[in-house]
């Protein structure tokens, strides 16, 4: 070991490990964008690892030519500079032809392996140091400068290969999972929207349509507001750090900020505080019941995203759970709906983007009118059998993403406690059956 580095590591400045260190496109962009043609990558795009497609902007070929400084190519690692600074992933073959927008752009020489640098950006002494190299008032980001002088501690090449092997294994897991999770979510969506929305459940061609307040509905369904189909609606509880003689009984606390990933909830994230025994008997979260946000929403999101509670869900706290108090606790009335039948209503407008209509802002929040919902909203209903069948069918879907998201929190858990100790040096990878010529996919 030299300098608490195994002999064969050394320390070097990033910049000479690498054949060029640039910055993306920065200027308006509104103007730019068509329906097709070059992918230009934003800060949103960029996850730790991984690149998420589904927000992509294009921009034409003679602009891609103009801006020939920020184009991208596989191999390249994309680092976030504002948003979430320092979040890095590697350009993968199949996107042959990219440019981009406000990110530093590292092509990394023969020396250094992409995903060996991109482990260390999204690494917690990655952050770190990006954090503590921020500049700017107004909004902080990452620099080229700061980037180029950024000292890294570098392996052997064969050592960065097994490194990135290793963290890769697990990427490749949580991978797997996520789009098995979406799988999973688009079919519970689809046979939603085809047996309640398009109103093709088995059997309809036997069923006539018939009149009602939102026009043609099969015969025997009905229309119905959201208060005459809960049972029960309270606010959510915070709670406090320490317990005394008035809150002495602990909780996990589900919050609107939770919720994004809204079918799998990172239970990693969620705190534990200490409440009143009567707050606890009040607001509990048991299997069936739904929590929706009722105040937050992020910049550029509705407020009232909702998350259905499972027994899946419930078994991975070791304790009682109850939601924040910016969000609603509601339980519907089995006799008249399904819980499962509900909440994916909920997704349905939210995702239309017709849940908008009961948002106001003041002050930079965001509320959801909960009161106003409840009497103007409108659900179709079908016979309670139908919606047995379906649950029958689409439950264990739900069921299965919930397991998955729970095993992706252990997975990331995993990984990010080994990443620290093998970008150090800690671990020894060097026996490691483990050789990655290229990973980039």
Not at 105 to 134: C, E, H
Not at 313 to 342: E, H, M, T, Y
Not at 393 to 412: D, F, Y
Request: neutral net charge; proline residues 6%; charged residues 25%.
């Amino acid at each position: 070991m030299r300098n608490g580095l195994p002999k064969d590591w050394q320390t070097v400045k990033l910049e000479d490990l690498c054949e060029r260190i640039t910055v993306g496109h920065v200027g308006p962009m509104a103007d730019k964008y068509v329906e097709a043609g070059i992918p230009f990558l934003r800060s949103q795009n960029i996850q730790p690892f991984r690149l998420d497609m589904s927000d992509v902007k294009y921009i034409d070929d003679d602009f891609h030519r103009q801006l020939k400084k920020s184009a991208i190519e596989p191999g390249d690692v994309v680092v976030v500079r504002t948003g979430y600074p320092g979040t890095a992933c590697v350009v993968p073959y199949k996107l042959s032809v990219a440019n981009c927008a406000d990110l530093v752009i590292i092509k990394p020489s023969k020396d250094l392996d992409s995903w060996f640098l991109a482990t260390i950006f999204n690494s917690s002494w990655g952050r770190g140091t990006v954090a503590g190299k921020l500049v700017g008032v107004a909004q902080q980001h990452f620099n080229i400068g700061a980037a180029r002088q950024m000292k890294i501690h570098k392996p052997p090449l064969a050592t960065q290969r097994k490194i990135a092997g290793v963290l890769g294994a697990y990427d490749e897991l949580i991978e797997n999972n996520r789009r098995r999770i979406e799988i999973l979510e688009e079919m519970a969506r689809r046979l939603y929207r085809e047996w309640f929305v398009q109103f093709r459940f088995p059997g309809h061609a036997h069923v006539p349509l018939t009149d009602s307040p939102l026009g043609k509905i099969p015969k025997g369904w009905e229309v119905k507001t959201p208060d005459k189909l809960l049972s029960d609606h309270i606010g959510g509880g915070w709670g406090q750090e320490e317990p005394d003689e008035k809150h002495s009984d602990a909780a996990y606390v589900i919050r609107g900020t939770d919720i994004p990933e809204t079918r799998r909830l990172d239970i990693a994230f969620c705190p534990r505080r200490y409440h009143a025994p009567s707050n606890l008997r009040s607001r509990k979260l048991n299997a069936g019941d739904i929590v929706i946000e009722v105040s937050g929403g992020g910049k550029d999101q509705a407020v009232g995203r909702s998350l259905l509670v499972n027994s899946v869900l419930l078994s991975r706290f070791d304790g009682d759970v109850i939601c924040a108090s910016f969000c609603k606790r509601v339980q519907v009335d089995a006799g008249a709906i399904s819980p499962l039948l509900f909440w994916l209503h909920l997704n349905e407008i939210y995702d239309d983007g017709r849940i908008k209509q009961y948002q106001v802002q003041s002050t930079g929040i965001k509320n959801f009118q909960f009161a106003v919902f409840l009497e103007k909203e409108q659900f179709v209903v079908p016979p309670r059998p139908l919606q047995t069948r379906f649950d029958e069918q689409v439950g264990p879907m739900i069921e299965s993403v919930t397991n998955l998201g729970v095993r992706n929190v252990v997975l990331r858990k995993t990984r990010d406690l080994l990443l620290p100790r093998l970008i150090s040096g800690e671990l020894d990878v060097s026996e490691l059956p483990i050789e990655v010529e290229a990973r980039v996919e």
